[in-house]
C-alpha cells in the first residue's frame, strides 16, 4: 500500500513532465539577433545541411527582430526545392554593391552552413546512372566574397563550415576568400563510412568507387568500415579499420580553452565529412583538432599522399569575430520536434549510444549544441 502513493507520483510526473518542459521553454525570454543564414545545399524539404542550427535558434529562442522565430524552410539563403517540380534560387548573385553594404549593416552575423550545391546524376546511354554528377547550382559568387567581407570589416560574427572553400567555387574565388578569412583549404576531403563493402553498402558514392578502382589496377579490397580521404585533383585515399586504423572514425579533441569556453567534452567521435584547412592569420587559435588513429600499414599511406593524422576542427579568429567549422558540422539528423522543450538536452544525453561510431547525435548533443550556443550567447551579449 505504502509503495502506491509514490507510484502515482511517478506515473503523474511522467506524464506532466513533457507539458512543464513546454512550459519552461514559453516562458523563457527571446533573444532578438539578425541573421544570414546560407546553404546552396537543400537537396528535398528536410533542410538538413541546416536544420542542427535552426534547432539551437529554436530551442535559445534566438528570434528575428519582430521577435518571430526563424523558420527551418523559409529563412535562409540559397536553394529551394518546390513542393512538385523546380526550385527558386534566392541568395547574393543579383544583389548590387549598394545593397550588399546594406546587407553587411543590417545584418549581426552571417552563417554559411554548406555551399556544395545540389547535382543532377548523369545517366548513360542505357538511361542507368554513371557515378557523376552536374552541378545544378552551387558554390559560392562574388557577392558572397563581398559580403562576407564587409561583414568582416564592420567586426561582425561569421561562421563557416565544410565546402565553404571547395568545388565547385571556383578558383580565384577559393583563393580570395582564403585570404581574407585566413585560413586555408589543403585541398582534401574525408568521411567515414560505416561499411566499406560494395555489396553491404549501397550508399557509397559510386564516383569515390570508379576513381580508386581507377587509380588502383581496378582493385576495391575492402569490408570493413573506413574514412575515405578525396583530394581535389580526385586522388583516393583509404584507410580500413583493422587493416589501418586502431580507431575507426576521427575524434575531435578540444584544448582546455576550448572546454572552458564554450563547454565542449575533451574529445568526441566524428563520423561524417571533414575538410583539412589550417589557420594562415597568426591570431587564429586551432581550439578544436581531428586526430586519426593509425597503425604503422595507416601512416605509410597517409605519408605518401601528405596526409596528416592530426589537423584542425575549429578554428576561431581572436582579431576578428569570425569561427571556421573543418566539418559538416551543421548537418545532423536532429528532430525538431524536440526543440521547444527547456532540459530536453539532459534526457537526450542520457540516453545517446557513444558505442554507435555511425551516429551523429553524441556529436551533436555533446559538442555542437553547446559550441554554437556559447558562440551566438556570447556575441549577442556584447551587442547588448
Known amino acids: 500500500m505504502k509503495a502506491k502513493p509514490i507510484i502515482n507520483v511517478f506515473v503523474f510526473f511522467l506524464i506532466f513532465l513533457p507539458f512543464f518542459l513546454w512550459i519552461s521553454w514559453v516562458i523563457s525570454p527571446k533573444t532578438p539577433l539578425k541573421i544570414m543564414i546560407a546553404d546552396k545545399t537543400i537537396g528535398n524539404d528536410n533542410a538538413i545541411e541546416h536544420r542542427s542550427f535552426f534547432w539551437i535558434l529554436t530551442h535559445y529562442k534566438f528570434v528575428k527582430p519582430n521577435n518571430t522565430p526563424y523558420l527551418t524552410h523559409k529563412d535562409y539563403f540559397g536553394y529551394f526545392p518546390k513542393e512538385k517540380k523546380g526550385f527558386q534560387i534566392n541568395d547574393m548573385k543579383n544583389f548590387n554593391s549598394s545593397q550588399i553594404d546594406s546587407l553587411s549593416t543590417f545584418y549581426d552575423m552571417a552563417y554559411y552552413t554548406d555551399t556544395y550545391g545540389v547535382y543532377n546524376k548523369k545517366v548513360n546511354s542505357e538511361t ?143 563520423p561524417y565529412w571533414t575538410d583539412i584547412t589550417y589557420p594562415t592569420n597568426s591570431s587564429h587559435k586551432i581550439v578544436s583538432y581531428y586526430k586519426i588513429g593509425t597503425n604503422k600499414s595507416g601512416d605509410s599511406i597517409l605519408a605518401h599522399h601528405g596526409i596528416p593524422h592530426v589537423f584542425p576542427a575549429v578554428i576561431e579568429s581572436q582579431d576578428s569575430r569570425f569561427y571556421y567549422f573543418c566539418g559538416d558540422f551543421a548537418d545532423n539528423p536532429v528532430n525538431d520536434r524536440f526543440a521547444k522543450f527547456n532540459g530536453i538536452g539532459c534526457f537526450e544525453m542520457f540516453l545517446l549510444n557513444e558505442y554507435d561510431i555511425n551516429s551523429r547525435m553524441p556529436f551533436f548533443w555533446r559538442f555542437y549544441v553547446p559550441m554554437v550556443k556559447n558562440i551566438l550567447k556570447n556575441y549577442s551579449s556584447s551587442l547588448k
Open 128 to 270: 542507368s546512372e554513371d557515378g557523376s554528377l552536374e552541378k545544378n547550382y552551387g558554390g559560392l559568387n562574388q557577392n558572397d566574397f563581398l559580403f562576407l567581407k564587409k561583414m568582416k570589416e564592420k567586426k561582425k560574427l561569421i561562421i563557416a563550415e565544410f565546402n565553404l572553400l571547395a568545388a565547385p567555387t571556383e578558383k580565384s574565388l577559393q583563393l580570395k576568400t582564403q585570404k581574407m578569412l585566413g585560413i586555408i583549404w589543403s585541398g582534401w576531403t574525408s568521411r567515414f563510412f560505416e561499411s566499406l563493402d560494395t555489396v553491404k553498402n549501397t550508399e557509397l558514392p559510386k564516383w569515390v568507387i570508379q576513381l580508386y578502382k581507377q587509380q588502383h589496377e581496378n582493385n576495391w579490397p575492402f569490408k570493413n568500415s573506413g574514412i575515405v580521404f578525396v583530394n581535389e585533383d580526385e586522388t583516393i585515399a583509404i584507410l580500413e579499420n583493422k587493416t589501418n586504423l586502431t580507431h575507426p572514425v576521427p575524434i575531435i579533441y578540444t584544448s582546455t580553452y576550448g572546454q572552458k569556453k564554450f563547454d565542449v567534452p575533451y574529445k568526441v567521435n566524428y
